[in-house]
């Protein structure tokens, strides 16, 4: 009988039954878990959290880029030149800027509130970016979430941010667009003085030899040749804007190489020899004289083609300099929470009440174990009888007790 009684199977009713025998013993001390977490829990500071939400403007071509029309790579460097666009990752950059973060710090005395008595910029970061997420929505819009024991703090913090963000962004494009604006004039001041020049050349040679006509090949020519040379300088320009912009390795750059590349090779043609279905003359096979005038011919058309192309540019790159306005558009402004964040009180209940009932059932079965079978058991188990008895007497389980 005994054997038989050895060889059952443990049920889901003899650990029901176990709870059982122990339900004083676990329920004191869930009690006292969820009391100790709940006097916690009301101990913990409440904090708030508001949200001020942003908005880029809508994506427009500045500089040249609206002046010419876009899809070209005019229109590219263009936008390189006349102040760009801001995007969602340079505005997160701002916010999490040291120059940012510092002016909040000292504004809303974040040391005190934090209790940094060092005034240790990391040991600062390490609590209040806890306190700061920024993030880009599911519509594309920044959410800057500030959370703070006052409600009120946090939203005077979230739209301080906001408008830092914007103030900042705004030097940042005002600063690109004077870089922009020196580069630009420098050239611009270049082909002035290189038409002033050309002009001159050309007024001197009409003087000495009266009126002088070239064929209309020739001027196809000269036409053709001018656009290729403003042609070669637009892709010099563009190749300038952007070396220290991107690597020399990138597709851009490397297009951008080719392409001019491609256009003094298209020159030297006009230079040497032509195929001869070619409808242009090549320079070589116009009369001395005639080449005389064709080049002061051309090299005022050319100069001419660069200002049309670096005019409006200029232009477009001052008032970039003088531009103030707002970069960011506020959608939502950070109002005062209503409704706590934190603490979550039922979840700290939950927390700890869990885990310590886990913990009480392997610590009941583990005692079960232990009395009933006290004959066979080493000296260490032997201690761990006699602490599970004193256990037992101490919570009045008197059906364990042997």
């Not at 979430?145 to 005077?156: L, W």
């Not at 320009?237 to 080719?258: G, Q």
């Not at 298209?266 to 004289?289: A, G, Q, W």
């Amino acid at each position: 009988m005994s054997e038989i009684k050895e060889k059952r199977e443990v049920s889901f009713t003899d650990y029901l039954s176990i709870l059982l025998k122990w339900k004083k013993f676990i329920i004191i001390n869930l009690l006292i878990v969820s009391i100790g977490a709940t006097v916690y829990s009301f101990m913990i500071h409440e904090t708030f959290k508001s949200t001020a939400t942003l908005m880029l403007p809508g994506e427009k071509e500045m500089g040249l880029g609206s002046l010419l029309g876009g899809g070209s790579a005019l229109s590219f460097g263009a936008q390189l030149l006349g102040g760009g666009n801001t995007n969602e990752d340079v505005i997160l950059g701002l916010l999490n800027s040291r120059t940012i973060i510092e002016k909040i710090v000292n504004k809303f005395k974040l040391y005190d509130y934090y209790e940094i008595k060092d005034e240790n910029y990391e040991k600062l970061m390490k609590s209040f970016s806890g306190d700061l997420i920024f993030s880009v929505n599911e519509f594309g819009f920044i959410d800057i979430h500030v959370i703070n024991e006052s409600p009120d703090t946090a939203a005077e913090m979230a739209n301080y941010f906001a408008r830092l963000a914007d103030s900042m962004n705004i030097k940042l494009n005002i600063e690109q667009a004077m870089n922009n604006r020196s580069f630009v004039e420098k050239r611009f001041l270049k082909t002035e003085e290189d038409i002033q020049k050309a002009e001159e050349e050309y007024y001197k040679f009409q003087k000495e030899y009266s009126a002088f006509e070239v064929t209309e090949q020739v001027k196809a020519s000269v036409q053709a040749a001018a656009e290729l040379e403003s042609e070669l300088f637009r892709k010099e320009i563009l190749l300038n804007s952007i070396k220290d912009r991107v690597s020399s390795s990138s597709p851009t750059y490397k297009d951008l190489e080719h392409q001019i590349a491609a256009i003094k090779e298209k020159l030297k043609e006009f230079n040497s020899k032509t195929d001869e279905s070619s409808i242009f003359l090549s320079f070589k096979d116009i009369p001395e004289l005639q080449l005389k005038y064709v080049r002061l011919y051309r090299e005022m058309e050319i100069q001419n083609k660069i200002l049309e192309f670096i005019y409006p540019m200029y232009e477009q790159a001052k008032i970039d300099e003088k531009k103030n306005t707002p970069t960011l558009i506020v959608v939502d402004e950070a109002v005062p929470a209503q409704l706590k964040y934190a603490p979550k009180k039922a979840f700290y209940i939950l927390a700890f009440f869990f885990p310590t009932a886990f913990l009480l059932m392997v610590f009941v079965f583990r005692g079960e174990k232990i009395l009933s079978n006290f004959e066979e058991l080493n000296q260490f188990e032997k201690s761990e009888m006699k602490f599970y008895q004193n256990l037992a007497k101490i919570y009045g389980l008197k059906n364990i007790i042997k």
